[in-house]
């Protein structure tokens, strides 16, 4: 058995607003700002909007939109996302829901072909994929309700990048690459994208006018410069030419939905994650529960690890069976949050031996095809990486917080842009449970809590975070599809060990168990060969990765020594920048 180091009175609390010790002795903001993004044109734009008097809320409308044309890999305008606010005059926390929908005319079997199969591809590649985009409402909403400039201001940087360029560099390179064959079958995304059909060379200036004209757009008229008028008019006639099925209602009835963040004790510290539908907080609720009562710094590194696992395995496992969208499905919510079923998960846990998954009650019958290939067949293997989807976190000098997740899912999305609009689509469609028991994109299985239905948000994983204690607060975040939800874990099971500094937290080796299929995944270096020898002897089936993964980018505010400290992911090129304001 494991050992406790306390007794088990940890509470999992689905509660708003900040810890009561915060709102009580509400502390003076930070001595300087901080901005970490995934490129460092992002994080420029930021600063650049916190030096013209915006808060972090303004900085994160302009973070998102210049990420939206200098990573279109990642997010963009015809994506989604997670902004997790926290607003320091009133302690207010709130995760505002800017996730894809699925249209209108969709239905459970969008992607079946006559005889019942998943159709190869349907769900990834051209605009029958693509969920009606949440990121521009979401802008308009976080600059309207949260910011204090407005979104002529917060957009221009973006703006400005979109028409004048930004020089190519290596990584754009690289995943488009990656997607040229899909992004070249349609004239305007290989318009934008690929230059006579291939990856643009080192150094070409990317402009992207059509886009600048749709950020304009937004600038000018906020949401409706997007959801209706002429930009949507030429969304929808680009995605129905290319056989998808979106209508002026699907933009015009879209709407963003402020959620209450989960949130979740864990000795000393109090974690602040995303509310479905993303998955991520629940998970990290359940996990955290779980390994409330044990010391982990009492395990050998194989225990360790093992314990981990198998807590990320059954996580994973409840994630497949019951979540979904909570405006669509019920769900047995008050059960996976407890703490007294977090115990019974962890009686069930051997420290000597991995529990099969296809073992664990549940979903794992009948589940064809997960075993052999953990990102699911014919997922491209660059995926893993973690540079589809991202993460930017913003500390203003108020104390003002964003961490934010977005995301078009794979490298460039659907690869389709409604001409005239520059808008690439996302296929967050993917997410969805295609058929139930058949692999998404991340290996990731699912049941009827997440079929597509009209309207609906599909299941996520993205985690934008704040961890929160007694010596200061860190907000963090990382793209990597589902293995989003174990890298925030190991991160900040890394803060409460006492490794403070956020460079630890984004470059420390990670390791992932997603239930199915049944492989322990590791980076390079991450576990030592005694730890994998002592893994493989205890039943587990390990998958060692090529590459790392993950993109995390992390800020800290040490609220005792007054330091605050940035830190973006060595994995990618993001630019993490720590400076007052006031005089740069
Ligand atoms: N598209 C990845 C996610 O939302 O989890």
Not at 172 to 191: D, H, M, P, S, T
Not at 436 to 450: F, K, M, Q, S, T
Not at 506 to 513: E, L, Q
Request: charged fraction near 15%; glycine fraction near 10%.
């Amino acid at each position: 058995m494991y050992r406790f180091f306390f007794p088990v009175t940890l509470l999992v609390l689905t509660l708003i607003g900040a810890p009561a010790w915060a709102l009580s002795n509400r502390p003076a903001g930070p001595p300087q700002a901080a901005v970490a993004s995934a490129h460092p044109l992002a994080t420029q734009a930021g600063l650049d909007v916190l030096a013209a008097g915006g808060n972090a809320f303004d900085a994160a409308v302009a973070v998102s939109a210049a990420l939206a044309v200098v990573e279109p890999y990642g997010s963009g305008l015809g994506g989604g996302g997670f902004w997790l606010l926290h607003r320091a005059y009133d302690g207010k926390q709130v995760m505002v829901d800017g996730r894809e929908r699925a249209p209108l005319a969709a239905h459970a079997d969008l992607y079946l072909d006559g005889a019942g199969a998943v159709i190869d591809g349907a769900s990834i590649n051209g605009p029958r994929a693509a969920g009606i985009p949440g990121e521009p409402a979401a802008l308009a909403h976080i600059a309207q309700h949260y910011g204090r400039l407005p979104l002529a201001v917060s957009l221009a940087p973006a703006i400005a990048l979109a028409r004048d360029g930004f020089e190519v560099d290596a990584h754009y390179r690289r995943w488009v690459g990656f997607r040229a064959e899909v992004l070249a079958k349609q004239a305007a995304a290989a318009r934008q994208f690929l230059v006579d059909g291939a990856p643009p060379p080192l150094g070409h200036r990317l402009r992207q006018a059509d886009l600048a004209d749709t950020l304009q757009a937004l600038a000018a008229a906020g949401r409706d410069g997007f959801y209706a008028g002429p930009v949507a008019e030429k969304l929808v006639a680009g995605v129905r030419a290319g056989g998808g099925i979106w209508t002026l209602r699907d933009l015009a009835e879209y709407q963003v939905v402020e959620r209450e963040p989960v949130v979740v004790r864990y000795r000393d510290w109090t974690v602040t994650s995303a509310a479905l539908p993303s998955s991520g907080g629940v998970l990290l609720a359940q996990m955290l529960n779980m390994l409330a009562a044990v010391d982990l710094a009492a395990l050998s590194p194989p225990a360790r690890s093992h314990l981990l696992t198998e807590v990320m395995r059954r996580a994973y496992r409840d994630r497949a069976e019951y979540l979904g969208d909570p405006d669509f499905v019920a769900m047995p919510l008050e059960r996976l949050l407890s703490p007294t079923y977090a115990q019974r998960q962890l009686a069930t846990i051997s420290p000597t031996h991995a529990t099969p998954s296809e073992s664990l009650a549940g979903l794992a019958a009948d589940r064809p095809g997960t075993a052999a290939d953990p990102y699911g067949s014919g997922a491209p293997s660059g995926v893993q990486e973690g540079r589809n989807t991202t993460h930017f976190s913003v500390l203003d000098e108020e104390g003002n917080r964003v961490a934010a997740t977005l995301s078009i899912n794979y490298p460039f999305g659907a690869c389709y842009v409604p001409p005239g609009t520059g808008v690439l689509l996302n296929d967050e469609m993917d997410d969805f449970v295609a058929k139930p028991g058949v692999p998404n994109a991340y290996g990731l299985v699912g049941a009827a809590a997440n079929a597509i239905a009209p309207g609906k948000r599909p299941l996520s994983s993205m985690s934008p975070t704040f961890v929160e204690g007694p010596q200061g607060v860190a907000l963090l975040g990382t793209p990597g599809g589902s293995r989003i939800i174990s890298m925030v874990l190991l991160a900040m099971l890394d803060m409460a060990a006492g490794y403070t500094d956020p460079a630890h937290w984004v470059a420390r080796g990670r390791f992932h168990h997603q239930y199915l299929p049944d492989r322990l995944q590791y980076e390079p270096g991450a576990l030592s060969p005694r730890t994998v020898a002592a893994l493989r002897s205890m039943g587990h089936q390990l998958d060692p990765l090529s590459t790392g993964y993950g993109n995390m980018q992390a800020v800290f505010w040490d609220r005792r020594s007054g330091k605050v400290s940035a830190a973006s992911d060595p994995r990618g090129i993001g630019a993490a920048r720590v400076q007052s304001v006031s005089s740069p």
